[in-house]
């Protein structure tokens, strides 16, 4: 699986007036939208586009972001985060810098970083550019190896990426669950051996009579290694883990629990279809009563068309139908994610409602 492209060179499809504004227009990038200097780009140009969550370096090019972005981290170090912002009524996602068309082509204009570019091109490893993540607790995770290379992590493309791809799919059948705000997690067997990953990390397993973190003491308080022994295949059971002391509860629930979204099929190398994974979960729940796996909550099953019949509206009627209450109705949920019924198509839509109310 590849990792995700947080800086990229993307074309600006359009530039729109910001009422009242005399110095900032609005750019249409893709399925992005960007506040910017009415002066750094016509509708055209390339530019070098920076995702929302990108992390960037301290470099002298970014320090006019310290004031607004600055953060220190203790996993990613010292750097300028870019997260969702309101200004003059619109949302702002990203950052889009202006590119220097010389001898036939598109160069970073930039101190920071040299070179021609093209359309589409990753430069996020060249710009060292780090996806921003909310850090989990060293006391929560315990020792950690790489993770492991017969799993695939837990995490899908936004809708804003995806855009021109849309329109192929309006027909499709889609499962739109919501999305949980905690931490993902793991628990797979493979053979005779069990583990337990966070999002980037297999996890070791508590010495004996050390106390159990999170991740294993959910693990054995919802039974999930007993789940995998009976399903008697190799295969990984994922999902989000969530409640007091985990990313500071923003579900609000009185217990830590832990809710499947996927299911991962370690032979055929495979995320199970949701209809294959709904029949795993029911499979485990009546096998054994004091089996209670829970379940992230299945909103609706709908095509595209029948959420907006225009391909060119779809998006925004994707982003309104992605806000609504979180678990436990005390504040936005993250989102919702939308996965094909027949073919391994997802994505995810991400509330703008839930980034605006973001404090870290």
């Known amino acids: 699986m590849t990792e995700r492209k947080l800086a990229t060179i993307r074309r600006v499809d359009q530039i729109l007036p910001i009422e009242g504004a005399d110095r900032i227009v609005l750019a249409r ?7 910017t200097q009415k002066t750094n780009f016509k509708e055209g140009d390339l530019c070098l586009f920076f995702e929302v969550d990108s992390f960037l370096p301290v470099h ?18 010292d750097g300028f985060r870019l997260r ?20 036939g082509g598109w160069k970073l204009e930039s101190t920071a970083y040299t070179g021609h570019v093209f359309q589409d ?46 329109p192929e799919y309006m027909d499709e059948m889609f499962e739109i669950t919501q999305k949980l705000d905690g931490t993902s997690m793991t628990v797979y067997k493979k053979g005779s051996s069990f583990g337990v990953c966070s999002r980037n990390w297999e996890l070791e397993a508590p010495n004996l009579g050390e106390e159990l973190n999170a991740y294993f003491r959910i693990a054995a308080e919802a039974r999930l290694f007993d789940m ?12 989000e883990l969530c409640g007091p002391g985990i990313q500071g509860n923003p579900e609000g629930l009185a217990k830590a629990q ?21 029949r795993m979960v029911n499979t485990i729940r009546n096998a054994d009563a004091g089996f209670e796996l829970l379940h992230c909550p299945v909103l609706s099953y709908r095509t595209l068309s029948s959420i907006e019949s225009d391909p060119t509206k779809l998006l ?6 992605a806000d609504g209450p979180n678990l436990s109705g005390t504040a936005n949920r993250e989102g919702v994610v939308f996965k094909a019924v027949n073919q391994a198509f997802t994505f995810k839509v991400i509330s703008n409602a839930y980034l605006l109310a973001e404090k870290e």
């Open 121 to 166: 091109e990753d430069v996020t490893e060249r710009l060292q550019v780090k996806l921003y993540e909310k850090p989990v607790p060293v006391q929560m995770q315990g020792r950690a190896t790489n993770f492991p290379t017969f799993l695939w992590r837990t995490d899908q493309e936004r809708v804003q990426n995806l855009t021109a791809r849309l």
């Open 84 to 103: 969702t912002m309101k200004m003059r009524g619109h949302v702002s996602q990203g950052l889009a810098l202006p590119l220097k068309f010389e001898n």
């Open 258 to 278: 832990f809710f499947m979204f996927d299911a991962f099929d370690i032979t055929e190398q495979r995320r199970l279809l949701p209809g294959e994974r709904l």
């Open 316 to 321: 925004d009627a994707l982003l309104t139908m």
């Open 228 to 239: 995998l022994r009976f399903l008697d295949c190799d295969c990984a059971i994922q999902g």
């Open 60 to 77: 002298p090019e970014y320090e006019w972001l310290r004031k607004t972005n600055f953060k220190s981290t203790t996993n990613l170090g």
């Open 29 to 35: 990038i893709g399925g992005w939208q960007v506040i």
